[in-house]
């Protein structure tokens, strides 16, 4: 059973270009979260997608957009990309229930580091 | 930003001693969770503790947390080599909804970083 799959791994852009990172979720999984994480720091929350729209979103400017697919798997779209973007970028998927039962456990991918030269 | 502190942000221990790693918070939450990152790669979820409970243990780790400080606890008993990792504490302000679960926003510390020396 595959868990979260991310791709590219590694990649590095320019200022000012457009990046997509892709994720596919857990088996099972319906919902897909995006986090970043720069050197030294913990994963900051950039948002999160369920059934095909964005849910919650963190403290990040509208140059970071998002889509999620009918079959679950998601893209993260920076556009403008500046030196600060430079960061692992991580996906992390879940699964949704109803009611107050069910814990919110993250299964995260091994991440896409982006470098912005 | 960034609701979990976590103390110390470096911890280096020779192997089979305990290491333990703190957290505090500035809000209420729903519950609490720890993570482990190696070396800059995907984190893996280690263990969570409900905002009801005080104490829960999982093999050799052993979490506590108390609310009315806003703060919880990572014990890693008979520490190993292979245990060697940043150690991230994260809590969810979940609300429970009757429609869907807002989860996936869970706020991160900044980590400690565990070196095991064997």
């Known amino acids: 059973d595959a868990g979260v799959t991310q791709s590219p791994t590694h990649l590095i852009k320019t200022r000012g270009q457009q990046v997509t990172l892709r994720c596919s979720p857990k088996s099972g999984h319906d919902t897909v979260s995006w986090y970043q994480q720069a050197l030294g720091q913990g994963p900051q929350f950039i948002f999160q997608y369920y059934e095909e729209e964005e849910r919650q979103r963190g403290n990040f400017p509208d140059r970071f957009s998002g889509h999620q697919f009918p079959n679950y798997s998601s893209e993260l779209n920076v556009n403008a990309l500046l030196l600060g973007d430079s960061a692992l970028y991580l996906c992390?998927?879940?699964?949704?229930?109803?009611?107050?039962?069910?814990?919110?456990?993250?299964?995260f991918g091994a991440g896409s580091r982006l470098t912005v030269l | 930003s960034q609701q979990g502190e976590e103390d110390p942000q470096a911890l280096s221990i020779q192997e089979g001693e305990n290491a333990t790693m703190n957290c505090s918070y500035k809000t209420s939450i729903n519950n609490l969770q720890w993570y482990r990152q190696n070396s800059g790669r995907g984190l893996v979820h280690l263990i969570l503790i409900r905002s009801n409970e005080r104490e829960k243990h999982s093999g050799r780790l052993r979490v506590t947390l108390d609310t009315s400080k806003k703060s919880s606890s990572l014990l890693i008993t008979a520490s190993r080599a292979a245990d060697t990792a940043s150690y991230f504490c994260?809590?969810?302000?979940?609300?429970?909804?009757?429609?869907?679960?807002?989860?996936?926003?869970?706020?991160f510390g900044q980590g400690t970083e565990l070196s095991v020396k064997p």
């Open positions: 994260a809590t969810d302000k979940r609300a429970s909804t009757y429609l869907y679960n807002q989860g996936g926003k869970l706020i």
């Open positions: 992390a998927s879940s699964s949704t229930g109803t009611g107050s039962s069910g814990a919110n456990v993250l299964t």
